[in-house]
C-alpha cells in the first residue's frame, strides 16, 4: 500500500508541483502565488437518498471552486467509488488552468459523489443526481459556477440536475449547467467534443511534425465517452487504432481495430474483455485479441492516448512506455515523477489542459446558446471549436518553440499568465489591509 502510494501520489500535490517552475518562468508575485496555493472554495456535503428497496443510504459529495478570477467556476461532477476531496480539489485546478489556457470566460471547478453508479438502479441514480443539486444550489448559477458531466455523468444525469435547479428556482434555467441533453436545452456536439477536440490537438502536433496520420499507430486507455469519440475520429482520419481498454481488459489488433465494431459490443455486453479475435478465422465477434490493460500502455505505437483517469503513467512504469507521443485525454494521468522520465526519453505530451478543452470548449458554446435563446447547428459548433482549439494551441506550441520547453509547460504559462493577469486588473486592495 505504501509502495502504491509512492507512485501514485496525492493528486493535488503532485499537480501543484508543477507550479513553481512556472512561476519563477512568469515572475508571479507573491500575492498571486498564495491565491493560487488554496482552493477559493471547497463544499463537503451528505446526500441522503431513499434506495428503492426502502433503505436510507448517504453518499458523500463535493463541489470544489478552485479560482474564480476570470468568470464562474466551470467543471464536471464525477461519480465514481474513489472520489475524494483531494481528486475533486486537483480536477477543479486543472479547470482553472484550461479555462485560462484556451481563453475562456471561466474559473475552475469540479465536483464529485462517492459512489459507485453501476449499483444503482436507474431511479437511485434519479434521486443522488437531484440530492447533489440540491446540495449546491446556493453556490451554483450561471454566473457562479456551471457543473458538466464527467466520468460516470452523462447528459440524462445533467437533465435531471438541470431539472431539480428549475424546480427550486421557481424558472427555467438552462444556463446552470451543460452537456445536457440536446431537447433540453444541450448544444449539439458536446458528447463527441472532448474526442475530437484531442483529435485536433494532436493534428495540429502532427502537422508541426510533418507526421501524416495514415501511418500512425494509436493505443487508446478508457474507451468510455471521451476515449470512444477519439478513437472514432480518429480512425476516420486515418489514424490506425490499434488498442482499446476499459477498467476491466483491453483488445489489440495488430491491422486496426472496427472501432464501431468494438463499441457495438461494449454497449450490448457492458464490457471490452469479451472481444476475442483470431488472426486466420473471422467471425461476428472476432474484432481483437485480449491484452493485459498494462500491456497496452506498453504497445509499440506512435501515440498513446489516455482517457481513463489520474495516474496512469506513474514513475512505476513510465520507462515501458514506447509510444513517441503521449495524448492526455483524462485529466492527470501522468505524474509530475513521471513527466520527467517520459522526457528523458524523448517522449512528447500533449497535456490534458490543452488535448481534453474540446469538452469545456463546447460547453462555453452551450451555456453561451442557453444565454442568448440561439441554438447553433452542429456544423457551426465544430466550426467554432476547431478555430478556437487552432488558434490556442498554436499559441501554445509556437511559445513552447520560442522557450524551449515542454507543451505542458507553455500552457500552464498560457494559463497562469492569464489568471494573474485578470488578478491584477481586479486590484491589488480588495483585501483587508489592516488598518
Ligand atoms: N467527458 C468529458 O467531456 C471530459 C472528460 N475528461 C476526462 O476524460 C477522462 C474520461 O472521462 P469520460 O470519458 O467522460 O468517462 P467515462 O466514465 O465515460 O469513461 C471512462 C472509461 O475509462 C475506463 N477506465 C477506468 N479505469 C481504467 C483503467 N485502469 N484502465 C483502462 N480503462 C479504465 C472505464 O471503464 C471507462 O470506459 C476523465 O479523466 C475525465 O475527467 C476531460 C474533459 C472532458
Ligand atoms: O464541460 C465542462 O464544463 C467541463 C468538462 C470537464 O469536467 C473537464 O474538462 O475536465
Same mark, same amino acid.
Given at each position: 500500500?505504501?509502495?502504491?502510494?509512492?507512485?501514485?501520489?496525492?493528486?493535488?500535490?503532485?499537480?501543484?508541483? *508543477?507550479?513553481?517552475?512556472?512561476?519563477?518562468?512568469?515572475?508571479?508575485?507573491? %500575492? !498571486?502565488?498564495?491565491?493560487?496555493?488554496?482552493?477559493?472554495?471547497?463544499?463537503?456535503?451528505?446526500?441522503?437518498?431513499?434506495? %428503492?428497496?426502502?433503505?436510507?443510504?448517504?453518499?458523500?459529495?463535493?463541489?470544489?471552486?478552485?479560482?474564480?478570477?476570470? +468568470?464562474?467556476?466551470?467543471?464536471?461532477?464525477?461519480?465514481?467509488?474513489?472520489?475524494?476531496?483531494?481528486?475533486?480539489?486537483?480536477?477543479?485546478?486543472?479547470?482553472?488552468?484550461?479555462?485560462?489556457?484556451?481563453?475562456?470566460?471561466?474559473? +475552475?471547478?469540479?465536483?464529485?459523489?462517492?459512489?459507485?453508479?453501476?449499483?444503482?438502479?436507474?431511479?437511485?441514480?434519479?434521486?443522488?443526481? #437531484?440530492?447533489?443539486? *440540491?446540495?449546491?444550489?446556493?453556490?451554483? +448559477?450561471? %454566473?457562479?459556477?456551471?457543473?458538466?458531466?464527467?466520468?460516470n455523468t452523462n447528459?440524462?444525469?445533467?437533465?435531471?440536475?438541470?431539472?431539480?435547479?428549475?424546480?427550486?428556482?421557481?424558472?427555467?434555467?438552462?444556463?446552470?449547467?451543460?452537456?445536457?441533453?440536446?431537447?433540453?436545452?444541450?448544444?449539439?456536439?458536446?458528447?463527441? !467534443?472532448?474526442?475530437?477536440?484531442?483529435?485536433?490537438?494532436?493534428?495540429?502536433?502532427?502537422?508541426? @511534425?510533418?507526421?501524416?496520420?495514415? @501511418?500512425?499507430?494509436?493505443?487508446?486507455?478508457?474507451?468510455?465517452?471521451?476515449?470512444?469519440?477519439?478513437?472514432?475520429?480518429?480512425?476516420?482520419?486515418?489514424?490506425?487504432?490499434?488498442a482499446v481498454s476499459?477498467?476491466?481488459?483491453?483488445?489489440?489488433?495488430?491491422?486496426?481495430?472496427?472501432?464501431?465494431?468494438?463499441?457495438?459490443?461494449?454497449?450490448?455486453?457492458?464490457?471490452?474483455?469479451?472481444?476475442?479475435?483470431?488472426?486466420?478465422?473471422?467471425?461476428?465477434?472476432?474484432?481483437?485479441?485480449?491484452?493485459?490493460? !498494462?500491456?497496452?500502455?506498453?504497445?509499440?505505437?506512435?501515440?498513446?492516448?489516455?482517457?481513463?483517469?489520474? @495516474?496512469?503513467?506513474?514513475?512505476?512504469?513510465?520507462?515501458?512506455?514506447?509510444?513517441?507521443?503521449?495524448?492526455?485525454?483524462?485529466?492527470?494521468?501522468?505524474?509530475?515523477?513521471?513527466?520527467?522520465?517520459?522526457?528523458?526519453q524523448q517522449i512528447?505530451?500533449?497535456? %490534458?489542459?490543452?488535448?481534453?478543452?474540446?469538452?469545456?470548449?463546447?460547453?462555453?458554446?452551450?451555456?453561451?446558446?442557453?444565454?442568448? +435563446?440561439?441554438?447553433?447547428?452542429?456544423?457551426?459548433?465544430?466550426?467554432?471549436?476547431?478555430? #478556437?482549439?487552432?488558434?490556442?494551441?498554436?499559441?501554445?506550441?509556437?511559445?513552447?518553440?520560442?522557450?524551449?520547453?515542454?507543451? *505542458?509547460?507553455?500552457?500552464?504559462?498560457?494559463?497562469?499568465?492569464?489568471?494573474?493577469?485578470?488578478?491584477?486588473?481586479?486590484?491589488?486592495?480588495?483585501?483587508?489591509?489592516?488598518?
Amino acid at each position: 500500500m505504501a509502495d502504491k502510494q509512492k507512485h501514485a501520489p496525492e493528486v493535488l500535490k503532485d499537480a501543484q508541483s *508543477r507550479l513553481e517552475d512556472i512561476y519563477e518562468r512568469l515572475d508571479v508575485s507573491d %500575492d !498571486a502565488r498564495h491565491r493560487l496555493a488554496f482552493p477559493h472554495r471547497l463544499a463537503q456535503f451528505s446526500i441522503p437518498v431513499r434506495m %428503492d428497496n426502502g433503505s436510507l443510504r448517504v453518499f458523500q459529495g463535493w463541489r470544489v471552486q478552485y479560482d474564480v478570477t476570470r +468568470g464562474p467556476a466551470k467543471g464536471g461532477i464525477r461519480f465514481h467509488p474513489g472520489v475524494n476531496a483531494d481528486e475533486v480539489t486537483a480536477l477543479s485546478f486543472w479547470m482553472a488552468i484550461k479555462c485560462a489556457a484556451v481563453d475562456l470566460p471561466y474559473g +475552475g471547478g469540479k465536483g464529485g459523489v462517492q459512489c459507485n453508479p453501476k449499483e444503482l438502479s436507474r431511479m437511485e441514480l434519479e434521486r443522488l443526481s #437531484r440530492g447533489y443539486m *440540491r446540495e449546491v444550489y446556493d453556490i451554483v +448559477g450561471p %454566473d457562479i459556477d456551471i457543473p458538466a458531466p464527467d466520468v460516470n455523468t452523462n447528459s440524462t444525469v445533467m437533465g435531471w440536475m438541470a431539472d431539480e435547479y428549475s424546480l427550486i428556482a421557481r424558472c427555467q434555467c438552462p444556463g446552470v449547467i451543460t452537456g445536457k441533453p440536446v431537447g433540453l436545452g444541450g448544444s449539439q456536439g458536446r458528447v463527441e !467534443a472532448t474526442g475530437e477536440g484531442a483529435l485536433q490537438v494532436l493534428n495540429i502536433w502532427a502537422q508541426r @511534425n510533418d507526421k501524416t496520420p495514415k @501511418n500512425m499507430t494509436v493505443a487508446v486507455q478508457g474507451f468510455g465517452n471521451a476515449g470512444y469519440h477519439f478513437a472514432r475520429a480518429a480512425a476516420r482520419e486515418g489514424y490506425k487504432v490499434v488498442a482499446v481498454s476499459d477498467s476491466k481488459g483491453a483488445v489489440y489488433a495488430k491491422e486496426g481495430l472496427d472501432v464501431e465494431a468494438v463499441y457495438q459490443h461494449k454497449n450490448e455486453t457492458r464490457e471490452l474483455k469479451g472481444i476475442i479475435y483470431c488472426e486466420d478465422s473471422v467471425g461476428d465477434e472476432e474484432v481483437g485479441k485480449r491484452i493485459d490493460n !498494462a500491456d497496452l500502455l506498453a504497445l509499440d505505437v506512435d501515440v498513446l492516448a489516455l482517457a481513463a483517469l489520474e @495516474n496512469a503513467i506513474t514513475d512505476e512504469n513510465a520507462r515501458a512506455v514506447k509510444a513517441q507521443v503521449i495524448l492526455e485525454i483524462a485529466n492527470g494521468p501522468v505524474t509530475a515523477a513521471a513527466d520527467d522520465i517520459l522526457e528523458e526519453q524523448q517522449i512528447t505530451i500533449l497535456p %490534458d489542459v490543452l488535448a481534453n478543452t474540446g469538452g469545456v470548449i463546447v460547453s462555453y458554446f452551450e451555456w453561451i446558446q442557453n444565454r442568448t +435563446g440561439d441554438y447553433w447547428k452542429a456544423e457551426k459548433v465544430g466550426q467554432r471549436m476547431q478555430e #478556437r482549439i487552432s488558434e490556442q494551441a498554436d499559441l501554445i506550441f509556437a511559445l513552447a518553440e520560442e522557450q524551449k520547453v515542454s507543451p *505542458r509547460t507553455a500552457t500552464y504559462m498560457q494559463g497562469i499568465k492569464r489568471i494573474t493577469e485578470a488578478m491584477d486588473h481586479r486590484g491589488s486592495q480588495r483585501f483587508f489591509t489592516g488598518d
